[in-house]
């Protein structure tokens, strides 16, 4: 029989929770079974390849104090607050079976009177007289001797917010790749009100143990244990990095335009791994020099809002006399960079 190995996680930060999850992929036993529950608070997750710029709305997520995480797994950008119970399972992979941990979460759910199902792709519904509704997406991974899913489910999640930052400000942005298809949600209060996240992690806890036939250990990690696992430590500090949630970011362009006290504005950018590969700027403004110097200024630079106002805090001295238009010029190109 496998060795059975449970994580709760105390800690709602995002970045650590993510940190463990490949800590567990890359370090663990791969002839355990085990089973990680954690959850975030306010944050949006994103998958490996996708944009930021293009899949959130920044600027919100920052007034309403969301954090941005990134996978390094696949799929879409989801939205994680305390409504949510996030699991993560690691098998050998010659044992692993996809059946067995949905059985796992459907067993713990028929404890609060729910009965899933599991659709063709990665998604677990409930059926409701409209059409079935989704409570759980969920990815894969594996290495050639063990095999990693985890996934989300949907206990009272606000899917209002869901929409809030998820779906980016009418930019005319343009990125390379597909954009994300929303599917319809439901959590699973719906069906068992006042269902709480303790509850769902002691019934996935049992339902796991009788799976299994056995008696799982039990460990609980916090940022505490960043100071006692250098591995955990490493995988915390690159997946919190700015580097890895923004600067890892195929190439997009961004095209922005307004009517200013200078001019009317139409500024293109090419973005490459969050740096500023090249950019136009087409202007009826007077001030050809000022077009060409902010060009100059802001080509190479992090696409940042930081990034913006150094490139401008360099052109102040050479426009004294047009200040009051740079530092609205300036303001209005960091609100749509947003971050």
């Not at 769902?200 to 460990?219: L, P």
Request: net charge negative; with cysteine; charged share 25%.
């Amino acid at each position: 029989m496998s060795k059975l190995k449970i994580f709760l996680s105390e800690s709602l930060n995002p970045h650590l929770n993510l940190a463990t999850e490949e800590w567990i992929f890359h370090n663990l036993d791969p002839s355990s079974q085990v089973l990680f529950l954690w959850r975030n608070d306010n944050t949006v997750v994103i998958g490996r390849n996708q944009n930021p710029w293009s899949e959130c709305n920044l600027a919100k997520m920052k007034e309403d104090q969301v954090t941005l995480a990134r996978r390094t797994t696949g799929g879409g950008a989801v939205f994680h607050d305390m409504g949510n119970t996030n699991f993560t399972f690691l098998s050998p992979k010659e044992s692993y079976r996809r059946e067995n941990n949905i059985q796992i979460i459907f067993d713990a759910l028929k404890t609060f009177g729910i009965k899933g199902e599991a659709s063709g792709r990665n998604d677990l519904l409930i059926p409701f007289a409209d059409g079935p509704r989704k409570f759980s997406g969920s990815a894969y991974r594996e290495k050639k001797d063990r095999a990693f899913h985890h996934g989300t489910l949907l206990l009272h999640a606000d899917l209002m917010r869901l929409g809030n930052y998820l779906t980016p400000n009418p930019k005319k942005l343009q990125a390379k790749g597909k954009e994300s298809v929303r599917a319809r949600v439901a959590n699973l209060n719906e069906i068992s009100a006042n269902l709480k996240h303790e509850e769902i992690v002691e019934a996935m806890i049992k339902s796991f143990e009788n799976f299994y036939g056995g008696k799982a250990e039990t460990e609980f990690l916090s940022m505490k244990s960043l100071h006692e696992n250098q591995e955990l430590k490493g995988q915390y500090e690159t997946l919190s990095s700015w580097n890895w949630l923004y600067g890892n970011t195929l190439e997009f362009n961004q095209k922005m335009d307004e009517y200013l006290s200078l001019g009317f504005f139409d500024i293109h950018f090419k973005v490459d791994e969050a740096v500023i590969t090249d950019l136009q700027i087409f202007s009826d403004c007077l001030y050809p020099h000022l077009i060409e110097a902010m060009t100059l200024a802001l080509k190479g630079k992090p696409y940042t809002v930081d990034s913006i106002q150094q490139s401008f805090a360099g052109l102040y001295p050479q426009f004294v006399d047009l200040t009051s238009g740079l530092k609205e010029l300036e303001a209005w190109i960091s609100s749509q960079v947003e971050i």
